[in-house]
């Protein structure tokens, strides 16, 4: 097998984009970096939001409870079976649906909540954040490209599809609206820069001020290419 990363999501185009050689340590080496409070604070919140939606809890965590009204209606409407939680999308490099592990496979996407009423041809995607709001709204964005991309590419009969950005942590909601029409130049520009991170067989060190002094790799010296 090439020294190739086959598969791309939005995290690991983040992560070859910041420095490709962390991206061949993570994912063609499959060296896995060890946990931190912060993720397992993520990991934790998601799954209360997941098991509060699913009727799980008689009372929303405390965790939650800025959003209460709003992940009552999502409470509601995946009794209805119009929800739902912890969707593993994949598609093919023409962007076609696509087993999550399978020959075909090139992206994946995972998402927190999808909203769909039958009949209707608006659609809305939710992801649930914690951690910081400043300083991470483009990449957020980008994220939320990615997912109306996947839906309108999968789910023709969508012609709106609303992504929503669930900061837990600060009591806020970003929302972006994606069309057939307005994700064309989306689509694109991120297909193009998951076809150089997959066609890739090359992997640089990208050092930089913040990258480096929080990079797992170079922390247990097995990346010397530190910034200076």
């Known amino acids: 097998m090439s020294d190739k990363i086959y598969q ?21 080496k499959r060296i896995k970096e060890p946990g931190n409070k912060a993720m397992d604070r993520g990991k934790d ?8 939606i699913r009727g799980r809890y008689e009372t929303i965590p405390k965790e939650l409870a800025d959003f209460e009204e709003a992940f009552d209606v999502l ?22 649906q696509a087993p999550w ?24 995607v939710i992801d649930f954040k ?19 991309a996947v839906v309108l590419e999968r789910m023709p009969e969508i012609k709106t599809i609303t992504t929503e950005l669930w900061y837990l942590d600060h009591g806020k909601i970003d929302r972006y609206e994606y069309s057939a ?3 064309v130049h989306k689509q694109k520009k991120l ?9 890739a067989t090359e992997f640089p060190a990208k050092p930089s001020t913040f990258g ?10 097995m990346c010397n290419d530190r910034y200076e």
Not at 13 to 24: G, M
Not at 193 to 199: F, G, L, N, P, S
Not at 212 to 221: L, T
Request: proline letters at 1%; charged letters at 30%; aromatic letters at 16%.
């Open 75 to 96: 409470k509601e409407l995946h009794l209805k079976g119009y929800v739902t939680c912890e969707g593993d999308w994949a598609f093919d490099k023409d962007w076609k």
């Open 8 to 28: 791309w999501s939005y995290s690991r185009l983040a992560t070859f984009e910041s420095c490709p050689k962390k991206a061949h340590f993570a994912y063609v």
């Open 191 to 199: 297909n193009d820069r998951a076809i150089a991170m997959t066609d």
């Open 181 to 183: 029409e307005n994700i």
């Open 212 to 221: 480096c002094k929080w990079c797992y790799f170079g922390k247990e010296k």
């Open 45 to 52: 919140i998601h799954t209360m939001c997941e098991d509060y």
């Open 130 to 148: 914690t951690g910081r709001y400043d300083g991470n709204q483009e990449t957020h964005r980008e994220q939320c490209e990615l997912y109306g």
């Open 101 to 124: 592990f399978g020959d075909t496979t090139w992206g994946r996407a995972k998402v927190d909540s999808f909203v769909h009423i039958d009949g209707t041809d608006t659609a809305r």
